[in-house]
């Protein structure tokens, strides 16, 4: 209609909206409301636009943070594979270069933990990381253990776990309806009781990569390691593609102790382009950890060459490098990489 444009939002209707969400503490919706107003503001604008840009930067760095905390607390609970996906959801939201850079040492972090046993207390943390992780120590998070708990409703919580899902993921976990999230947010709170029975009978409904994977979730916390293996399998048999998927099959081999298959897992993630880069640092992690250095250092190489991970390959290589006497190669890696690190 002709009069429809007068009564069209503008830009400053979802600032106004995402200053609300801020305030209130509504991180996801903050992020969904600038981003509209990013999408609407104009080039007349400039001044609007960079509040924009740093107020959705300020929303999107809080669910990095938010997801490291809960990262965090899943891999204290022993839960490795949730810690993962909350880590991955860090790195996808985050602007900040620091939250990012922490976000990615934890993923690739807990991609080389053992599992812990649930009742350990929160110091276990600090020390589920293998000795093939260079960069592990006690106090790598301490960042997201800082962050206070969050005072969300279900709704939000949601919302902020599946957000930055890469692809198609977080519209079709949203449309999984409420039955689901309840069964989601249970099996982050630990409460398998709840969200098995919900699962299960969505999975009688019909096949669905994300059900299985939340499924397998359950199998693999309870130690039921062949029903984990299989409906995990059975997700990429649907969805080649998913990363959580892939992630759970790397974190099974390295679990039992199958180096070779972890490494293969590995490389068909780089082959099929999923979550490539934190691929070819967890190749290195894993032969640092078998001793075989030479290799490592060849796919940290070619780590360097990648924005994303390029600091993180930098500070693995330097000692590697320093080993093996290679002193210039370790100072000029130093000089590029690692000069502003602390």
């Given at each position: 209609m002709v009069f429809s444009r007068f009564f069209k939002k503008d830009h400053r209707h979802y600032m106004a909206q995402g200053e609300k969400y801020l305030q209130a503490e509504r991180y996801a919706d903050a992020r969904a409301a600038f981003s509209e107003a990013a999408e609407r503001v104009g080039a007349d604008a400039a001044e609007d636009a960079r509040s924009i840009k740093e107020r959705l930067g300020f929303a999107c760095d809080r669910l990095a943070e938010l997801n490291l905390h809960e990262g965090s607390r899943s891999l204290t609970a022993g839960d490795i594979m949730k810690a993962q996906e909350h880590f991955q959801l860090a790195i996808n939201f985050a602007v900040d270069t620091q939250v990012r850079e922490a976000a990615q040492k934890a993923l690739r972090e807990a991609a080389v933990a053992k599992p812990a046993q649930p009742a350990k207390k929160a110091e276990a943390a600090g020390h589920s990381c293998a000795s093939s992780c260079s960069s592990c120590g006690p106090g790598h998070h301490d960042a997201p253990e800082e962050i206070p708990e969050p005072d969300l409703d279900d709704e939000d919580r949601f919302h902020i776990m599946v957000g930055p899902l890469p692809g198609d993921l977080p519209e079709r976990y949203a449309a999984m309806g409420k039955e689901f999230a309840k069964a989601y947010l249970a099996i982050h709170d630990g409460d398998d009781a709840t969200a098995l029975p919900i699962l299960e009978k969505m999975r009688l409904s019909g096949e669905n990569d994300i059900v299985m994977y939340e499924l397998a979730l359950i199998m693999y916390r309870s130690r039921r390691g062949s029903e984990s293996h299989y409906l995990v399998e059975q997700a990429l048999r649907i969805n080649p593609t998913n990363p959580l998927c892939h992630l759970a099959r790397v974190q099974m081999a390295i679990d039992g102790g199958n180096f070779h298959l972890a490494v293969g897992h590995l490389k068909k993630m780089r082959e099929l382009d999923v979550l490539a880069d934190q691929a070819l640092i967890m190749l290195g992690d894993l032969y640092i950890g078998s001793g075989d250095r030479q290799t490592a250092m060849e796919y940290l190489s070619q780590?360097?060459?990648?924005?994303?991970?390029?600091?993180?390959?930098?500070?693995?290589?330097?000692?590697?490098?320093?080993?093996?006497g290679r002193t210039q190669e370790a100072q000029y890696l130093v000089k590029r990489y690692l000069k502003c690190s602390h």
């Open positions: 780590a360097l060459d990648i924005q994303t991970v390029a600091k993180a390959a930098a500070e693995k290589l330097v000692p590697l490098l320093s080993e093996a």
